[in-house]
T-cell receptor, first 112, second 114 residues
């Protein structure tokens, strides 16, 4: 069983601050996805990274896949209250018929 | 695109009752997933279908849980009999099945078993 551990579990910061969320595993994944989930809604896909060392940017969000494809990070610059939500990473295994293993999540609260 | 549609949004029932959750995937998606989310265990895959066929049901907790997909546009997850520990948010997701698994999730059904 592939396990994904996210840290921190909870994060509360002031608007304008920067933050980084980590997703770590002892297993190698063929792809790594990041989702954001808001209360009462399902997770929404933010990004997929597939190459070791890959960096993707989505406005103020920067996603990085570790060189060994075992870990990933999400960095948010100048956080805004609208960034508040549960951030989930999910690892995919090639050839496993598209199953995803989800991390435990990081609950982010950005205070105005 | 109406997205993945789940019903009901909320279900409150008593222990021992049968519960049926419904899902309509996005048209054209050939993979469908049922997940359960709790504070303690996070998001867990229960079962997934590919082209209406159950591929892996190893995540289904026990025989009280069953899932069907009679056609490409409809799936059900049934719990019979329900127990308080089944209380959770149940999500349905669908994808076109490409390698990166771009699954779209429904809004979920919040189940409370009293």
């Amino acid at each position: 069983t592939q396990l994904l551990e996210q840290s921190p579990q909870f994060l509360s910061i002031q608007e304008g601050e920067n933050l980084t969320v980590y997703c770590n595993s002892s297993s190698v994944f063929s792809s790594l996805q990041w989702y954001r989930q808001e209360p009462g809604e399902g997770p929404v896909l933010l990004v997929t990274v597939v190459t070791g060392g890959e960096v993707k940017k989505l406005k103020r969000l920067t996603f990085q896949f570790g060189d060994a494809r075992k870990d990933s990070s999400l960095h948010i610059t100048a956080a805004q209250p609208g960034d508040t939500g549960l951030y989930l990473c999910a690892g995919g295994i090639s050839g496993s018929a598209r199953q995803l293993t989800f991390g435990s999540g990081t609950q982010l609260t950005v205070l105005p | 695109d109406a997205g993945v549609i789940q019903s009901p949004r909320h279900e409150v029932t008593e222990m021992g009752q049968e519960v049926t959750l419904r899902c309509k995937p996005i048209s054209g998606h050939n993979s469908l997933f049922w997940y359960r989310q709790t504070m303690m265990r996070g998001l867990e895959l229960l079962i997934y279908f590919n082209n209406n066929v159950p591929i892996d049901d190893s995540g289904m907790p026990e025989d009280r849980f069953s899932a069907k997909m009679p056609n490409a546009s409809f799936s059900t997850l049934k719990i019979q009999p329900s127990e308080p520990r089944d209380s959770a948010v149940y999500f349905c997701a669908s994808s076109s099945g490409d390698l990166t698994g771009r699954a779209k999730f429904g809004a979920g059904t919040r189940l409370s078993v009293l």
